[in-house]
């Protein structure tokens, strides 16, 4: 059980830190580019994990959750990092993170029970997230509270796909860990490629060098984090592994309070903390 945790903090530190890295480039690259990069890499490294391992395609049921992970990541992902461009990071990632609740919802489905724990850890994400979501500032004008509440509902859509990523990892990996990495990242390219001829978003200033290595890296590191989840989930249960994995934005509050030197008003910083705290307590 050890093991399982240390793999499942792995991932969330690696998470956090990719968010931090994706999101802040996300202000100045154009959002499906950042995406197109991110699920690109993936692909391109599980290609060969997948033809090295040797393992049969998955069951129908793995192989689907897989697939469907892949597109709930996607979405996950491009709210995310479009609140995190455009809001306080500080805020925005424990709001995300309050998604974990949906494995513990489908725990109760299932016949699981509710812990008063875990009840005590829903309020707590709820008065958190309604907290953050406030800005106590009378100086800030009207656009800027709008854009800060808009974030908000950005990252509580993402917790809401973050969270079913979590249910659907959980069944993809009884397929094996390298088709979950390589049918999710079919799932998402896939998703980026559709998007983006459906939508032809004006023609934007092509990203630098730098910016398209940066976001590469960030892409090599969203893919690790997910691997070393797929390897928590094989050998843990569904609700250990995910309050530590879903513990990322500890990674990127911290990077945007040292990077940034982002400030939170004290309620704001209350709603953060109490988001935290409910993460960690509804899969206690």
Same mark, same amino acid.
């Given at each position: 059980m050890f093991d399982t945790v240390l +793999?499942?903090?792995?991932?969330?530190?690696c998470w956090g830190t990719a968010d931090?890295?994706?999101?802040?480039?996300a202000r100045t690259v154009p959002l499906p580019t950042v995406l197109a990069l991110a699920q690109g890499v993936g692909l391109a490294l599980a290609i060969p994990l997948?033809?090295?391992?040797?393992?049969?395609?998955?069951?129908?049921?793995?192989? /689907?959750? @897989?697939?469907?992970?892949?597109v709930a990541v996607l979405?996950?992902?491009?709210?995310?990092?479009?609140?995190?461009? @455009?809001?306080?990071?500080?805020?925005?990632?424990? =709001?995300?993170?309050?998604?974990?609740?949906?494995p513990v919802i489908a725990g109760l489905a299932s016949g699981n029970r509710l812990a008063a724990l875990q009840l005590l850890g829903m309020l707590a994400a709820v008065l958190g997230v309604v907290l953050s979501a406030r800005h106590p500032?009378?100086? *800030?004008?009207?656009?800027?509270? *709008?854009? $800060?509440r808009d974030s908000i509902g950005l990252a509580v859509v993402a917790a809401v796909a973050f969270g079913c990523y979590f249910l659907l990892a959980h069944i993809g990996t009884r397929g094996g860990v390298a088709w979950l990495l390589l049918l999710s990242n079919v799932a998402g390219v896939l998703g980026v490629v559709a998007v983006g001829a459906l939508r032809r978003a004006p023609r934007a200033a092509r990203p630098g060098a730098?910016?398209?290595?940066? /976001?590469? +890296?960030?892409?090599?590191?969203?893919?690790?984090?997910?691997?070393?989840?797929g390897l928590a989930n094989r050998h843990g249960q569904l609700s250990v592994v995910? =309050?530590?994995?879903?513990?990322?934005?500890?990674?990127?509050?911290?990077?945007? *309070?040292?990077?940034? $030197?982002?400030?939170?008003?004290?309620?704001?910083?209350?709603?953060?903390? +109490?988001?935290?705290?409910?993460?960690?307590?509804?899969?206690?």
């Open positions: +793999l499942a903090l792995a991932a969330s530190l931090f890295t994706a999101g802040l480039k997948v033809a090295l391992g040797g393992r049969p395609f998955p069951p129908a049921g793995p192989a /689907l959750a @897989s697939l469907g992970a892949g979405v996950g992902l491009a709210c995310f990092y479009r609140a995190l461009a @455009s809001g306080t990071m500080s805020v925005v990632a424990p =709001v995300a993170a309050t998604g974990v609740a949906i500032d009378p100086a *800030r004008t009207a656009a800027g509270r *709008r854009l $800060h730098g910016d398209l290595w940066i /976001l590469a +890296l960030a892409g090599l590191i969203e893919f690790a984090a997910t691997g070393l989840y995910a =309050v530590a994995g879903s513990l990322y934005p500890v990674a990127t509050v911290l990077l945007a *309070r040292a990077v940034l $030197h982002e400030r939170l008003a004290r309620s704001q910083a209350v709603g953060v903390s +109490l988001a935290l705290v409910g993460v960690a307590l509804i899969s206690a």
